[in-house]
């Protein structure tokens, strides 16, 4: 595998409990408020969807759920030709200080047929979104 197709992983630390940080990753009221209109996070093999507006959807399904630690779900764009479906993981860990960890893995450029360039793109757009979510989470409720 090329070294510039490797995972995209991006890590936060956040003053937020381990509760709050799962919430403003799950909850699509939370959600908004840092990515994009979401839908409800469900069971595995259930649908999820962003709704990034201007027909940039995202559709996928659940992958996997360990509630309040870590769930994935595959991520494909509808309007993508081919459709390049890669994976996307979110995990939270808590801190010894009382705060926790978010770790975004987005994996499966390779496998999905991207190139050096949809992958450096979502890289870029990922390190704002999670600049966006540490704020929110340090601002507290």
């Given at each position: 595998m090329s070294e510039s197709l490797n995972p995209i992983i991006i890590e936060i630390e956040t003053p937020a409990s381990t509760a709050e940080a799962w919430m403003a990753l799950t909850d699509p009221r939370r959600?908004?408020?840092w990515l994009t209109d979401a839908s409800q996070l469900g069971a595995v093999g259930e649908p999820y969807r962003l709704d990034f507006g201007d027909d940039s959807?995202?559709?996928g399904s659940i992958q996997e759920v360990d509630p309040?630690?870590?769930?994935?779900?595959?991520?494909?764009?509808?309007d993508a030709s081919p459709a390049e479906q890669t994976l996307v993981t979110w995990s939270v860990e808590p801190l010894a200080n009382g705060g926790s960890r978010i770790t975004l893995v987005h994996d499966g450029w390779a496998e999905a047929g991207a190139d050096v360039?949809?992958?450096g793109d979502h890289e870029g757009?990922?390190?704002?979104?999670?600049?966006?979510?540490?704020?929110i989470l340090?601002?507290?409720e």
């Open positions: 959600i908004v408020e959807v995202v559709e309040g630690r870590r769930f994935s779900y595959t991520w494909s764009w509808t360039s949809t992958r757009y990922w390190n704002g979104y999670l600049e966006d979510l540490a704020e340090a601002e507290g």
